[in-house]
């Protein structure tokens, strides 16, 4: 194949190696050789074709051997991952060689302490129809149907449990799993007679798949203790004798798999509640990042209505410009979060607000509501945090109140950057502030939000960042 001159030099030098080792071209794109390990010697196929060299060489073992783990369905070798270190690692000095060998020592060892990928849907050929099927937890005992609709061509989404009808009409819009489970799997299963040796109801489960009552077949399963899901789908017209499938990549939306990107913090934060008043720009951001880092509990307070200029610096989405702030970020962020109909105009409300949770954050910009929770704050011995932007962005300010007058930031008076605008219908100029900057200062403030929440100490202190 050819090669650009970006990776003409490396590639040459990988050439120039399998040659030296012993590897023989036999076509364009493969080469033949053999590489020793401790147990015997293989026999391996090369193959430099599209889309290398952006991607590693495909690799086959030539020699008759089961399938194991870490092979993709057309038998190729899975040698590196996403994770794997450097750009382009097979071109490293005797890399790709040494990389094959480690494969074959690892396999002939059982993979011993091997991760658990939990992606037994890439040892079969993928679905075409619909390529990803989204559930929510499945119980780990009994075998049991599910219930999906198609939210868009090639996404299904489990939208209950129940069995399928008997007959459907064709305006029967529902598809239909069965949900087995399989437990612990010793070596990638790839075929129906393999899959129905280890299944108790396998002739229940056959008959509901050739009768079509089954659209989709969901496998529970563990591998060294961790639980996955492999989604197959029964191909129409295959062999009467044996059934054939294809692969669909399931994916969870239960508490416990999104809390796997929330942060390491994230357990501790479940517990916790946070009120934010303030629900404009800053406040809106601070709220998606706190829901995100798992929160468990947000009260929103913020009357004012989303008008359509406020989205450029705003969380929630144009299908809920008109609501109340607090509303439309509720109604964006789900059953965690909740709108108070509440307002900041005394002490006994601030103390309301600051008693009702763990922390209270003040994105108002607004310095009496500032003072009236720092006092309540002061009143209750609960540190509260002010959250705030000057200077059209350039000063990025966050407050654990109270504190002495002497130990508040004042932001340094600057020129403005750019002339602030007028909106009609809007009391106040539009300030130049950029959207980044509202996003920087809310991801300043769920940093040392989640600090004061999980009794950081060293990070929950006030912080200043200033730019010319």
């Known amino acids: ?91 490293a000095h005797g890399a790709l060689l040494d990389q094959i060998r480690g494969w074959l020592e690892k396999d002939a060892a059982g993979w011993v302490g091997d991760f658990p990928d939990l992606d037994l849907e890439r040892y079969w050929t993928p679905n075409t129809r619909f390529t990803l099927l989204v559930h929510d937890e499945l119980p780990e005992d009994g075998n049991y ?23 459907r009409p064709k305006s029967h819009k529902h598809l239909y799993g069965w949900s087995v489970d399989i437990g612990e799997v010793a070596t990638p299963p790839r075929s129906w007679v393999e899959l129905s040796a280890d299944l108790k109801d396998s002739a229940d489960i056959e008959g509901a798949l050739r009768e079509r009552r089954a659209d989709v077949l969901l496998l529970r399963y563990t591998r060294d203790g961790q639980r996955g899901v492999l989604g197959l789908v029964p191909v129409p017209g295959g062999s009467s004798q044996e059934l054939q499938f294809r692969s669909v990549s399931c994916a969870s939306r239960s508490p416990e798999t999104m809390a796997l990107r929330a942060g390491f913090q994230s357990s501790q934060l479940r517990e916790k509640s946070v009120t934010i008043v303030g629900v404009g720009a800053i406040g809106s951001f601070i709220a998606e990042g706190l829901f995100r880092s ?51 105009d005394s002490l006994a409300s601030a103390m309301q607000l600051v008693e009702s949770s763990d922390l209270v954050i003040d994105a108002t910009a607004n310095e009496v509501v500032t003072q009236l929770l720092a006092e309540a704050g002061r009143v209750s011995g609960k540190s509260i945090l002010s959250v705030y932007l000057a200077n059209q962005g350039r000063s990025k300010v966050i407050e654990v109140l109270p504190c002495a007058i002497e130990a508040r930031f004042i932001p340094q008076e600057m020129a403005p950057a750019a002339s602030d605008g007028v909106e009609s219908g809007c009391g106040d100029p539009v300030s130049a502030t950029p959207p980044f900057a509202v996003m920087e200062v809310a991801a300043m403030a769920c940093r040392i939000a989640t600090a004061m929440l999980v009794d950081d100490a060293g990070n929950a202190n006030s912080e200043c960042r200033e730019q010319q």
């Open 1 to 91: 194949m050819e090669v650009d001159e970006f990776f003409r030099s490396a590639h040459d030098d990988l050439i120039y190696e399998l040659e030296a080792h012993g590897f023989v071209q036999t076509d364009q794109d493969s080469w033949m050789g053999e590489i020793a390990t401790r147990s015997k010697i293989w026999r391996v196929r090369v193959e430099i074709s599209c889309p290398y060299p952006a991607h590693p060489p495909r690799v086959f073992i030539e020699d008759d051997k089961p399938l194991s783990w870490h092979q993709n369905a057309d038998g190729s070798l899975c040698l590196y991952s996403q994770t794997s270190p450097g750009a382009f690692p097979w071109f």
């Open 145 to 167: 149907w599910l219930r999906f609709d198609r939210v868009r061509p090639s996404t299904l989404v489990q939208s209950g449990s129940s069995w399928p009808p008997r007959r």
């Open 294 to 344: 798992g929160m468990g509990r947000l009260l929103l307070v913020d009357g004012d209505q989303l008008r359509p200029g406020n989205l450029v610096r705003h969380a929630a989405s144009v299908s809920l410009v008109g609501k109340p702030k607090a509303e439309a970020m509720a109604e964006t962020l789900g059953a965690s979060a909740i709108a108070l109909a509440a307002r900041v």
